[in-house]
């Protein structure tokens, strides 16, 4: 289920220019955030994150962010694209049966995926949600 987070970055830890983990202060979630451009953060820097709990590992995964210090927005890629591809291509390919039950349930979760990313995004300026 997706949420939002609000807070002032605590600590932050680089993994690569689109991939970053932080700690929110005042709520104390680990954020893991892996967006499609490169990331904006700072120490002290004020963010707001939308994405989902991850159980396993007791981190929240951000699917979309806002850091209302520096006046920046990014999400992850929603690749809609790549499930409609996935999804012609089993269609397409249908005649060989594999297709059907690898190609068209991959695209049928990237694009569950990707509205669920669309979501996480529209939330980050809904002041109701």
């Known amino acids: 289920m997706l949420r939002k987070i609000e807070g002032t970055v605590r600590t932050y830890r680089a993994v ?9 202060q005042d709520t104390g979630d680990i954020v893991d955030l892996r967006l499609n451009q490169p990331w904006v953060l700072r120490n002290g820097d004020h963010v707001v994150v939308t994405g989902e709990d991850d159980g396993r590992s007791g981190t929240f995964h951000g699917y979309a962010y806002r850091n209302d210090t520096r006046e920046i927005f990014g999400k992850s ?3 809609l694209f790549e499930g409609y591809r996935y999804i012609f291509m089993g269609i397409l390919f249908s005649w060989a049966i594999f297709p059907l039950f690898t190609h068209i349930p991959a695209g049928l979760r990237r694009i ?3 509205r ?12 109701t949600c």
């Open 112 to 114: 569950a995926f990707g």
């Open 116 to 127: 669920k990313v669309d979501r996480a995004a529209e939330m980050l300026w809904c002041t």
């Open 16 to 24: 690569d220019v689109r991939n970053v983990q932080f700690e929110i």
């Open 77 to 79: 890629d929603p690749g």
